[in-house]
Each structure stands twice: as structure tokens, then as C-alpha cells.
């Protein structure tokens, strides 16, 4: 009886169509074709199977959105952005930029804001399994830094109906506790500073007076 072995590693496509071709043949067992279709599935997924990690943090993500804050006030925090960029490269099927990180329904520039932003890449698509939003939280526009319940609910719908994880990564400021509930509940989270700078002196003002 001929000995039958299994080995990892990986399986290139030259390697798939040899094994095609002898299964054709007969001259491999029943059983192989089920074993390379369970290594074609583990091998599937881009980058590592294991989390990456940044600033110490796990993100489990392998397919994520990254939406990243491109106002002026990033500006200043350029390293730490390429840092966590070069950190997660290996799992970022697609990085999108967007004006602030708010998730509010209205206001000027409100149409290019975090809820906005989501909403349209997120329109179409299902290869994602991981948002990744990467600001200052720094607020300073009403339309693109604000909060309302009715753009909460939104964006909480929108990463429930995906299956979603959300990761918001700070390089200055802590989110909205609104935003952190929603990465919480999502099996995601607060991902960069280890102690971000509260907002809440500056979101008042702005987010209760309007624009």
C-alpha cells in the first residue's frame, strides 16, 4: 500500500495545476483534492493569519478598510500615521481618506465625513471583515467632527449589516464616547495612544452651538 503524507506549506499555482493534472490521472488518492481545497480556503485571507499588531495592539482584522482623516490638522502627526500605515500593509485591502471622523447627518462638508465616507465605500462591497479608522479626533469643524443620534444609529447599522469590526486608532484625541460604544460592541476598539487627550473641552462648544 502506497504511503499516503501530508505536509504544510505553501501551495503556489504552478504546484496547484501539477496536482491537478495527477489527481486527473489517478495517480493521486480520492481524498487529495478535499485537502487542497481546505489549504486554498486557509490560504485565502491576505497577510498573516495571526493579528497584526500596532502601537502593542492586536487588530484582527485581515481585510480591512482603512478610512483615514485627511484634514490639515494630521499634518503634524505624519510619523505615527506612517508608522500604523506600515504596520498594517499586509491586511489593507483598500485605504480611502475622508474630512474629520464625525458620524453627524448634516452641516457643512458633512458629505465627506466619517458616517459619509462609510456609507459609500461600504455600498457595494462585502471583502471587508475590519474598519480601521485612523484620525486625530481632533474637532474642529461642525459637519465633519460632530455627533447626532440619528448618524450613531447610521453607522452602527451600517457595520452590523456588514458584520463588521470597527478599530478607531488615535494619534492625538479620544474619540466620541458614542463612536468607542460602537467599536466596542463591534469585538473591535481604541487602538494607538495609550492615553489620548480628553476632547471634551473643545467638542462642547463646537458639537452644542452648531455650525
Known sequence: MDRLEFRTGSLTRDRWERLKARSAGGS????????????????????????VRVNGDSVEG????????????????????????????SVVVREVTMKGFGVITYGTY????????????????????TVYVLSDFEPYTFGVDCDDRAGLLAFRSLLHG????????????????????????????????????NSAALRGPLCTTGQ
Open 110 to 129: 458633512s458629505n465627506l465625513n466619517l458616517l459619509a465616507t462609510a456609507t459609500r465605500e461600504l455600498a457595494d462591497a462585502n471583502e471587508f471583515d
Open 28 to 51: 493521486l488518492p480520492w481524498i487529495v483534492p478535499a485537502v487542497l481545497v481546505v489549504s486554498i480556503i486557509g490560504n485565502g485571507v491576505p497577510g498573516s493569519i495571526s493579528p
Open 162 to 197: 456588514h458584520r463588521l469590526r470597527l478599530y478607531l486608532s488615535t494619534v492625538s484625541m479620544r474619540p466620541t464616547e458614542g463612536l468607542l460604544e460602537i467599536a466596542n460592541e463591534s469585538g473591535g476598539g481604541l487602538i494607538g495612544l495609550g492615553s489620548p487627550t
Open 62 to 89: 485581515h481585510r480591512i478598510l482603512l478610512l483615514r482623516d485627511d484634514s490639515e490638522s494630521m499634518n503634524q502627526h505624519d510619523s505615527e500615521l506612517q508608522k500604523q500605515k506600515a504596520a498594517l500593509s
